[in-house]
């Protein structure tokens, strides 16, 4: 069965360093996002992005913060200049149509610690 | 805006013992509901998910849940649980007027005991 899969499974960086995390959604899915947990919290929306182009993003999305899908397969998500709060679980997730009630596939996440 | 509240932040329940986890929605319109489970080292799985029709809803590893909408409610059901089913559930709600984000309740954390 496909399957997200998320890259690496645990990053630890400092304060003020810039991250990229990496996923790779379904291969047919056109539908791509970004959530993170912190520890002992819900799960946060992010960001969405569909055809080259951000479509929705959420408050904690500041300019921090960045996407991009450089080739057919990997969508990235940056962090220029980690701060502490930063660290948290991020989950990528992907879907195939832009229904409401599609489903939204999710990779089993990249845990950011940041020191 | 829309949220979404699970009540129970841990359950507790012996194997082979019924199970029913709390779901509470706030949203204007009828939402698109979903309940995942996440179990330790995991990402999120699908369980089930309601956007209309028969409000009784059937998933995998014999999960339902019941979409009551005079109650807000969307609880997660299994009659007989397994060890195995030992993990995190959360709720979630998906705006019908947009198809991206999911809003999710903070979880419940199911521990079984044999």
């Known amino acids: 069965e496909p399957e997200v899969t998320q890259t690496p499974s645990h990053q630890v960086t400092q304060m003020g360093q810039e991250v990229i995390l990496r996923c790779v959604p379904i291969?047919?899915?056109?539908?791509f996002y970004w959530y993170r947990q912190i520890l002992g919290q819900k799960v946060e929306f992010l960001v969405s992005f569909y055809n080259n182009e951000i479509s929705e993003k959420s408050e904690i999305f500041d300019d921090q913060f960045s996407v991009e899908r450089p080739d057919g397969s990997n969508f990235t998500l940056k962090i220029r200049s980690t701060k502490l709060e930063d660290s948290a679980m991020y989950f990528c997730?992907?879907?195939?149509?832009?229904?409401?009630?599609?489903?939204?596939?999710f990779g089993p996440g990249t845990r950011l610690t940041v020191l | 805006a829309q949220s979404v509240t699970q009540p129970d932040i841990h359950i507790t329940v012996s194997e082979g013992a019924s199970l029913e986890l709390r779901c509470n929605y706030s949203?204007?319109?009828?939402?698109?509901l979903f309940w995942y489970v996440q179990s330790p080292g995991q990402g999120l799985q699908l369980l089930l998910k309601?956007?209309?029709?028969?409000?009784l809803v059937q998933g995998i590893k014999g999960f339902e849940a019941e979409f009551k909408r005079s109650q807000s409610s969307f609880n997660l059901r299994k009659p007989s649980v397994h060890w195995s089913d030992a993990a995190e559930y959360f709720c979630?709600?998906?705006?019908?007027?947009?198809?991206?984000?999911?809003?999710f309740g903070t979880g419940t954390r199911l521990q079984v005991t044999l």
């Open positions: 309601y956007f209309s029709g028969d409000t």
């Open positions: 949203y204007g319109a009828t939402p698109y």
């Open positions: 979630a709600v998906r705006h019908t007027g947009t198809a991206s984000k999911l809003t």
């Open positions: 291969s047919n899915h056109l539908y």
């Open positions: 997730a992907s879907s195939a149509v832009v229904a409401a009630s599609d489903t939204q596939y």
